[in-house]
């Protein structure tokens, strides 16, 4: 068998509004943009429905009803459930649509889109649950297979995920960590016994999530045929790990580009050429295939960049600063018991915000990289630190010196 | 070359920028000749420099800036005072004459005190004739499309609808010239200032503000503006924003290093605003006073109302001070890396000023970077467009010849 395994990410972080230091102390309400400003997040979460959620969602849902042999994996964050909640019930039933065909499975992560692993074990975990409890709620699955924010990725999350009793775990196939070995087999983690690892072919996952729309690539205009003839040609590979965001289809890659059109025709393409194509959710790969090596990720990878590292989130110091100064208030936080306060902690911890602050495109002048509603990353540090100085204000309210 | 002054003999900034730029040019194979409107001893060798004396005239002397009435000693041994408006109309008649006995290709004139000289040359001899924008009249009177000497606004409108190509130093006084005198934009071209590194004089051990050196031993920080004081620079918005600085941040002083029309205003006001304690006013400062002010700050404030190109900015990171500039300079078309607000936004100047004030990461991430961009200009890609753009209007004056 040879199994395309379409794994989906979906995330929306609460940004936070254009906050000076004059709403420090005075307004809490940081992520309450007006709703015609760069930073709304209502406004966001309104036009992504609009031009991926929906669309893109009814597509695969057709395809789903259609082709009973296609299946998918996505992983959808808290932040972007309750935004969805809020402002756009539509697109939270096509999601829960497609669930109730029993061919699509969630993946475990973090509900705040966080690097807490890195900071705080605890509250990570604590992170986890939470997902898994409002996955359980919305779409009555248990996530088996665990991803980390970003991709990010070593042999500590592994061996966490492992005993933690998940069945897999994804990561980017980094060629300077596959060495000679080819991401299109499962393997097993160092240091583990149970778990599985999946790890993404980021070649064939960029030209759908990058270069389809780019009429410069020399393989323009990409087909599903065309695609599916590339993976059929590898004769001993046994899965084509396809992760991207979800957003590529409709919002990065817009539909002018065909992005829709390839969506549509991928299934039938993949699954008429040979009868030993498939299509396999994370968990079912997990199960059909063994694993052939051990990997071992010493150092954390994520599927950000040339680098592949975290420095796009904790590259400069005030990326390092502050994401250090915002776990260093957790346990007066948490003790405090204020459910508001406790949730506005965890909304600044989502890795977006440090993202924003990240000046390494910049100083380069390679501003057209940076994917941000600020103007400069020193906008961003700024508008997050005001915020965070009012959580320690609220702190001192209720008497705690931090 | 046509221009108003050169250093030592400046004002400000224009003298700075012209003396750069011809040299530039020199070094790249153009012979210049300038003709300033006063003769007196200059080290300048790259180029030739005639003084522009009226018929009759022995001597013509400045008495303060180059803004100031001139002092004219006529061979017959009276003496007259002329003002400003008079000298350039006299700069005109006697570069008309100068023109005739010249032999040159190309006429290149900066701001409106040298236009109706240009005119009155290419009128002479059919050069083409280059207007270099440095400033226009709604820049420095400070209050929008109608402000502003009508007088000077007809030597500009004039000067702009009889050019054969004009020069904007950035993008911004580009719109600016379109705006103000309906000039199309296929006749304005943009060619950025940049800044003679070696030029600038290192700093020795001691810094000459010693009061403050010592303040910020004990904490305090620095926020320095250097500039002349005047509507233009938009002081009266940093003083408003400065009380409101003190008010989150105590242990903040202003710096307010020149000279200019609004001093005594600035003095009541910031008397008014309570924080008299919290501003020193160095008035205009040469020299190791100049260049120690830069140095002494934590931040660099330049937040004028509209500043065609503002060179403070790049002098105060030679020095190792990161800047905030107004949304209305044209320097921010060439450093990404500082921070940016709306002149009129005195919250938003605050809010920024605090920041940088408080957060020693946020300083350190700014200056790293503008370091890097600065280390990156030179005058050479301003140059190579200018001398591109001479051969071009020469080559026309040969084709209309032939």
Known sequence: MKAIVLYLHVHQPYRVRQYTVFDTGQNHDYFDAPYDDRTSNERILHKVAEKSYIPTNQRLLDLLRNNPGFKLSLSITGTVLEQLERWSPEALRSFQELCTTGQVEIVAETYHHSLAFFYSREEFEKQVAMHREKVQALFGQTPQVFRNTELSYNNDIAYWADKAGYKGILAEGWDPILDWRKPNYVYRPSYTNHIKLLMKNYRLSDDIAFRFGNQAWSEWPLTAEKFTDWLGSDQDAEVYNLFMDYETFGEHQWEASGIFDFLSHLPEQWLGAHRDHAFLTVSEAIGTFESRDYIDVPDTITWADTERDLSAWLGNPMQQTSIKELYELEKPILDTGDLQLIEDWRRLQTSDHFYYMCTKWWSDGDIHAYFSPYETPYDAYINFMNAYHDVRFRLLQKGVEV | ?402
């Open chain 2, 1 to 402: 070359m046509l221009g108003w002054e050169l250093p030592p003999h400046n004002s400000g900034g224009l003298g700075v920028v012209c003396h750069q730029l011809c040299k530039a040019l020199s070094h790249k194979g153009v012979d210049i000749e300038f003709v300033l409107p006063y003769s007196s001893p200059h080290d300048i060798d790259f180029m030739k420099i005639t003084p522009a004396h009226p018929q009759g005239v022995a001597e013509v002397i400045k008495a303060g800036g180059a803004y100031d009435s001139y002092k004219y000693t006529y061979h017959d041994g009276h003496e007259e005072w002329v003002d400003l408006y008079g000298q350039q109309e006299l700069y005109a008649r006697t570069v008309a004459s100068l023109a005739e006995e010249k032999e040159f290709d190309i006429i290149h004139a900066h701001d409106w005190l040298t236009f109706r000289a240009g005119l009155a040359a290419r009128q002479k001899t059919g050069r083409p004739l280059i207007l270099h924008v440095h400033s226009i009249e709604s820049d420095r009177a400070g209050g929008g499309r109608d402000s502003g000497n009508p007088l000077v606004k007809e030597i500009e409108r004039t000067g702009f609808m009889l050019a054969d190509k004009i020069i904007a130093v950035s993008q911004h006084t580009k719109n600016m010239i379109m705006r103000d005198y309906d000039i199309p934009g296929e006749a304005i071209e943009v060619v950025h200032n940049s800044i003679e590194k070696a030029a600038m004089p290192t700093l020795s051990d001691r810094n000459v503000y010693t009061y403050l050196t010592a303040l910020k031993q004990h904490g305090w920080k620095v926020v320095v503006n250097i500039g002349r004081l005047t509507v233009q620079k938009n002081l009266p918005n940093l003083l408003k924003a400065a009380q409101k600085v003190v008010q989150k941040s105590p242990k903040t002083m202003f710096l307010i290093v020149g000279s200019g029309e609004q001093y005594y205003e600035l003095l009541e006001q910031s008397a008014e605003l309570g924080i008299g304690k919290n501003v020193l006013f160095a008035g205009f400062q040469r020299g190791q006073g100049w260049r120690d002010a830069f140095a002494v700050g934590d931040l660099f404030v330049m937040p004028s109302v509209s500043e065609p190109f503002g060179l403070t900015p790049l002098e105060a990171i030679q020095y190792g001070t990161p800047s905030l500039i107004s949304h209305q300079s044209g320097v921010g078309e060439i450093i990404q890396n500082c921070l940016k607000v709306d002149f009129w936004d005195i919250d938003g100047m605050a809010n920024k000023i605090v920041a940088a004030v408080d957060h020693p990461a946020l300083r350190d991430e700014l200056r790293r970077n503008m370091q890097r961009e600065y280390d990156r200009l030179s005058w050479n890609d301003s140059v190579d467009k200018l001398s591109a753009l001479y051969d071009r209007h020469m080559q026309k004056t040969a084709e209309v010849a032939a």
